[in-house]
Every structure is written in C-alpha cells, then in structure tokens.
C-alpha cells in the first residue's frame, strides 16, 4: 500500500516562529503536493512540486515555502507562522500521468497546526 | 481560483441511491474529473475518476455528459458509514497540475 506520512500530527507554535511540516511518500511518486484545510473552504492547494528541486505555487502560496531536494520527501515551511496560519495541513502524492486508470494522489493523515 | 462547484451540504435516508453533481464550466480538454471522499480527521481518499460517458467501479458510479461542463457522482444503497465529505476536482491528468479541491459537499446519512 502507498503510504503518505506526515512528521507531526499535532502541533503548536508561537507567532513568529518558523516551522517545518515533513512529508515523505513511499512509493517513487513524482508529484507532490500541500493543501490546508479550513472549515468552510475545503481543501485549498498550496503549493506542488513535480520533480526534485521543482515548485510550482497552488491557491494560496502567500507565507508558505517548500523544498524538494529529495523526490521522496516534501517540506512546507512557514518562515514566520501567524494565527491565521492555523489550520489542518495535508501531504499527498501521485504517479504521473494521473490520467492513467489506477493512479490517483494518495494523502497523508493531516498534520493539525495551532498558532498562538 | 476554485474550478468547480457543488452544493453544500446533502441529506439522505439509509439505502436510498444519492446522487451529487458538480459543475466545472471551465473544464480543459486535457482535464479528468476524479471524486474523493474525506471523513472527519482524516485524508481524502480516492473514489473514482473519469474523462467522459459513464464510469463505474465496486463504489459508485460517475456520469458525464458530452460536455463535460458538469458530473454527477452516483452512490448506490448509502449507510451511515457513508456519512462524509464529498470533493469533485478537474486537473490535468497528464501534470497533475492546478488540482483544486473546492469547498466539497457534506452528505449526512440518515438512519
């Protein structure tokens, strides 16, 4: 089975602070991806990566970075966290095409960051 | 920008069949439309994609009709554990870029 695995599942963090979100994927996918998640608003994509070292900004890359210097590993990172940052996070992965009949993204179980 | 809509929220009685469209006026040719399915504290998971006509699998069935500006997710027989949040999203299938999720919709199973 894919396994998405997120580093942390609960966090909090002060106002200013910076903070890593891990994510590694098991299975050799070559898309990445981070969304968060707010009551009301569903999933919104942050930011995706098809390649090492490859980035492309989703929705709302305002305040977030990411790195991929390994393929099978995906950070978010938020260089100064604030409260509105505070939300449920979300890794996932996929093979690439996806429009090959049994490829689909694949998530992590969501890491919940507060900040205070 | 969200590329898709659907409604809110929907109720439904245990064993009835439910039926959940989405509408994505500005679907691209190379676009295929793939439903998820998240429950509380969870990941979403994958439920079933298609590009056009008619697809169906163990799950639930995806229609599409000829334009393929809207589908309709077709869950047969629901039960309560069936009671989660519902995502249709369009993206490239070959890139696997610009997949947005939207707001989703909320099925409530009724028992």
């Known amino acids: 089975d894919v396994k998405v695995t997120q580093s942390s599942r609960y966090l909090v963090k002060r106002t200013g602070e910076k903070v890593f979100l891990e994510c590694v994927q098991d299975?050799?996918?070559?898309?990445m991806f981070w969304y968060r998640q707010d009551p009301g608003l569903g999933l919104r994509l942050i930011y995706f990566s098809y390649d090492v070292k490859m980035k492309e900004k989703g929705d709302i890359p305002e305040g977030y970075s990411v790195s991929r210097e390994k393929k099978e590993r995906f950070s978010l990172i938020l260089e100064s966290a604030s409260t509105n940052q505070t939300s449920m996070y979300l890794c996932a992965s996929s093979f690439l095409p996806l429009d090959r009949p049994g490829n689909t993204i694949y998530f992590g179980e969501g890491s919940w960051l507060t900040v205070v | 920008l969200a590329k898709t809509t659907q409604p809110i929220s929907m109720d439904s009685y245990e064993g009835q069949e439910v039926n959940i469209t989405c509408s994505h006026n500005n679907i691209a040719t190379n676009d295929y439309i793939t439903w998820y399915q998240q429950f509380p504290s969870q990941g979403p998971r994958f439920i079933i994609q298609g590009y056009k006509t008619k697809v169906t699998n163990e799950v639930a069935s995806l229609f599409i009709p000829a334009d393929r500006k809207s589908s309709t997710l077709s869950l047969p027989r629901v039960s309560l554990s069936d009671t989660a949040v519902y995502y249709c999203l369009v993206g490239d299938g070959f890139t696997g870029n610009q997949f947005y999720f939207g707001t989703g919709t909320s099925l409530t199973v009724i028992p």
């Open positions: 299975m050799d996918h070559e898309n």
